[in-house]
């Protein structure tokens, strides 16, 4: 039996987490893998440590655009096969989506949309959503073991946020978003947390303007989801509330196979 520890966390910025001490968390906690969202960097402004930490393998998906979006995944195990995307290039261009393939699953990285700065982003979210689960419905047909990480932008229900009725008509908690999650569930993804845990006050993200994260009014955003032929090797899954760095912290799996 091998133990396999991944790590998925929004760092709202590469350059800003690593000037936080990044570097040292990583080598300190030194997951198998690890997913990152939010990069908000393009090739040449990052650094090398960053570009190529020691014992990973580094993959990474640039936006077009400057400044925005962008994930990574850090893997000491080097991947039988790495994508990028998912051959749409109204979402491919903002560089949301790695996939990386090992021989006991495959990994989605994914930072879904944000739909909160007006209707067109909000249908282009709901728009990735629905391509998104277009993409993933026949590999999971073929009883694939897959795992979804990422930054879903969506509090599924009532228990991961903190202010659920304040909230029911802002992007991320809209009922159009929360009937997609429930449509994901039910095509068979499994959210590991609440597999574990079904306590409320657990959230993975913090309004940086209201001290909101001192008080614990927070969402929880960020999730992993794992096929049902995968859920008996997963023997943990956690929130890692007491990272800080970001206005998420990280979320993990450990899975034993």
Excluded at 27 to 43: F, G, R
Excluded at 59 to 64: D, G, I, R
Excluded at 153 to 171: M, W, Y
Excluded at 198 to 222: C, F
């Amino acid at each position: 039996m091998k133990e396999i520890e991944i790590l998925c966390w929004n760092v709202n910025g590469i350059r800003a987490v690593e000037r936080k001490g990044f570097l040292n968390w990583l080598n300190q906690k030194s997951p198998d893998i690890l997913c990152l969202q939010e990069t908000k960097a393009q090739p040449g402004q990052i650094s090398p440590e960053i570009q190529q930490p020691p014992g990973y393998y580094t993959y990474w998906n640039f936006p077009q655009r400057k400044g925005y979006s962008g994930v990574a995944t850090l893997s000491k195990e080097k991947p039988i096969k790495v994508e990028n995307g998912f051959g749409i290039k109204q979402f491919d261009m903002e560089g949301r989506v790695i996939i990386t393939k090992y021989p006991q699953f495959t990994l989605f990285n994914v930072y879904f949309p944000n739909g909160k700065m007006n209707q067109e982003r909000l249908r282009y979210k709901m728009d990735f959503y629905d391509a998104f689960l277009d993409f993933i419905n026949p590999i999971e047909a073929r009883d694939e073991k897959l795992i979804i990480c990422g930054d879903f932008n969506t509090a599924h229900k009532e228990i991961d946020l903190a202010r659920p009725k304040e909230n029911e008509n802002i992007s991320g908690f809209l009922p159009m978003e929360r009937a997609w999650m429930d449509k994901f569930v039910a095509h068979g993804f499994i959210d590991t947390f609440r597999y574990f845990n079904k306590e409320p006050n657990h959230y993975t993200w913090w309004s940086l303007r209201t001290r909101a994260r001192e008080r614990n009014i927070g969402w929880r955003l960020d999730y992993i989801f794992v096929t049902e032929n995968l859920l008996h090797s997963i023997t943990e899954a956690s929130i890692l509330s007491q990272v800080i760095g970001s206005d998420h912290c990280p979320v993990g799996i450990k899975l034993s196979i």
